[in-house]
């Protein structure tokens, strides 16, 4: 498990590429992220980012709308992560792997803030680049299109996770299995707890 002292931009890149690898299940993706103290502090950084850039960009939407703020929406993204976090804290020492509980958290944060940065990136992107191409009358085909990158980046991201779980935790497939439906209860007893908040 790699520790290196290097600037947060390096570490974004080594990370990218780690991440990368952990999509296609490579064990040396586990050379790529620092697993250190520091390393933790560092993941939540372009974590908080790409979600702050996320919250503003689909708060220009919210605002038309008047429906929720991009304040309400960082909280939102905030308590469920934290519920991923909290399962995770409760479930790895029963499985023996509580060791592996800092590292996954950094593989893990990486894998989001760098998922959460592709779907704006491949929004504006193709917005962009179609709108150029295509003219305003191809609204249809292009949000077809970005739908299509939004589910591909969430499957790659859900692969990333359970080969974080697999690769850096060291579990096997029950475990895993265990891993990800205690996450998956967390989540929903934190949305239970958050739909009872005035969170407008």
């Known amino acids: 498990m790699a520790e290196r002292q290097s600037t947060l931009l390096e570490e974004a890149r080594w990370a990218a590429g780690g991440t990368w ?3 296609l299940g490579r064990r040396d993706a586990l ?3 620092d697993f250190s103290q520091r390393g933790l502090a560092g993941s939540f950084i372009p974590l908080v980012v790409a979600f702050v850039v996320f919250a503003g960009f689909t708060g220009i939407g919210a605002a038309a709308r008047q429906t929720m703020s991009p304040a309400g929406q960082l909280f939102i993204c905030g308590a469920l992560i934290t519920a991923r ?3 995770l804290r409760v479930v790895l020492p029963r ?3 509580l060791h592996a ?3 996954v958290m950094v593989a893990s944060n990486w894998a989001n803030a760098i998922a959460v940065g592709g779907l704006v990136a491949a929004t ?3 917005a962009f680049v179609g709108a150029l191409m295509l003219g305003p009358t ?4 292009l949000v077809g299109i970005i739908l299509t990158l939004w589910a591909a980046i969430a499957i790659a991201t859900f692969v990333a996770e359970i080969n974080i779980l697999r690769l850096v935790a060291g579990l096997n497939g ?3 299995l265990m891993v990800l439906g205690a996450q998956v209860v967390a989540l929903i007893l934190a949305v239970f707890i958050l739909a009872q908040l005035p969170l407008g």
């Open 31 to 33: 050379s790529f992220f």
């Open 124 to 126: 504006f992107g193709v």
């Open 101 to 103: 509980f800092r590292p």
């Open 95 to 97: 499985l023996d792997a």
């Open 21 to 23: 690898r952990l999509v």
């Open 138 to 141: 191809a609204g249809e085909t």
């Open 174 to 176: 029950g475990e895993v």
């Open 85 to 87: 976090f909290f399962a």
